[in-house]
């Protein structure tokens, strides 16, 4: 019982936390993306640039790197602060900076707080360290956990 109301407790103040945050809009300033999914060590976990692989955003408290610092622009792609473009590979899902020759997706939004691509708030994050994960629009990996990705 008490764990019910301990979680009760936690939803709530989420809740109020995340009424008092301002939406994002295109152009707006610069954005931070955590991940929600109970009960899993990715839980309010940040989503981080990985130091040693810029092409893909890592999850997680043990990842290392810094918070990935972005901003939404008008043709609905993602910049971070040096302006490089955000980048979903089409072959693998993976999500993280352009790499050479690529251009950055377009499609990303907010629905209120939650973050979208092409409509769809489904994020995952894969094992790809001891706990690390990768930020993925892929759940073909395995051991991947579908996660949603909240604006702060």
């Known amino acids: 019982m008490q764990f019910s109301i301990a979680s009760a407790a936690l939803s709530a103040t989420f809740a109020s936390l995340a009424m008092a945050l301002p939406i994002k809009t295109a152009d707006d300033s610069n954005f ?5 999914r109970s009960g899993s060590p990715v839980h309010f976990a940040p989503v981080n640039y990985d130091e040693t692989h810029a ?35 089409p072959n693998t899902g993976d999500v993280g900076l352009v790499g050479e020759g690529q251009k950055a997706s377009t499609g990303f939004s907010f629905d209120g707080y939650e973050f979208l691509y092409q409509g769809n708030s489904s994020f995952f994050a894969c094992p790809s360290g001891e706990d690390v994960y990768s930020l993925t629009f892929d759940y073909s990996y395995e051991g991947c956990l579908g996660i949603t990705l909240y604006h702060i």
Request: proline share 2%.
């Open 32 to 36: 931070n993306l955590m991940v929600l």
């Open 55 to 89: 092409q893909v955003f890592s999850i997680g408290r043990a990842a290392g790197g810094s918070p990935a610092n972005l901003t939404l622009q008008s043709d609905s792609s993602i910049v971070d602060e040096t302006g490089r473009g955000v980048y979903i590979n």
